[in-house]
């Protein structure tokens, strides 16, 4: 059951709450995934070519770039183009859609800026505590 607010924009506290069904719980993972907040940072920023973009994401291996991409672009959050040149090049931009979570996920990084110190503080007692993995 999703809930609406009185400001537009804003939902009341039931939604979210729900079980996350199946196709949520996909949609997050690839949202979620390791490349997926440092790709959504670069072509918020500007269109890439799939070489910058490479160069840009530091460690990210060819197949994973591509894999990610194609993912992306299935779901409306990247769209591409293929630029008319010698050789031919591919460019990749953010779609509307895509740019709908630039602020979501502003909004997360900060958080984990806020409290990476205090989730530090409960790693370390974990481990010193012998119940690590």
Not at 15 to 24: L, N, S, Y
Not at 60 to 68: D, E, N, V, Y
Not at 77 to 92: D, F, G, T
Request: hydrophobic residues 35%; proline residues 6%; glycine residues 6%.
């Amino acid at each position: 059951m999703t809930g609406t607010s009185t400001k537009p924009g804003i939902p009341d506290e039931r939604v979210g709450r729900e079980p996350i069904a199946r196709p949520q719980c996909e949609l997050l993972d690839q949202l979620m995934d390791k490349w997926g907040q440092m790709l959504l940072g670069a072509l918020c920023q500007q269109p890439r070519r799939f070489n910058e973009l490479k160069r840009e994401l530091d460690g990210i291996t060819q197949k994973s770039l591509a894999q990610t991409l194609r993912r992306w672009e299935r779901n409306g959050l990247v769209e591409r183009r293929v630029l008319n040149q010698r050789p031919v090049a591919v460019e990749y931009r953010i779609t509307p859609l895509g740019r709908s979570l630039e602020e979501p996920f502003l909004i997360l990084r900060a958080w984990t800026a806020d409290h990476l110190d205090e989730v530090e503080r409960h790693r370390a007692a974990f481990d010193d505590n012998g119940d690590a993995l």
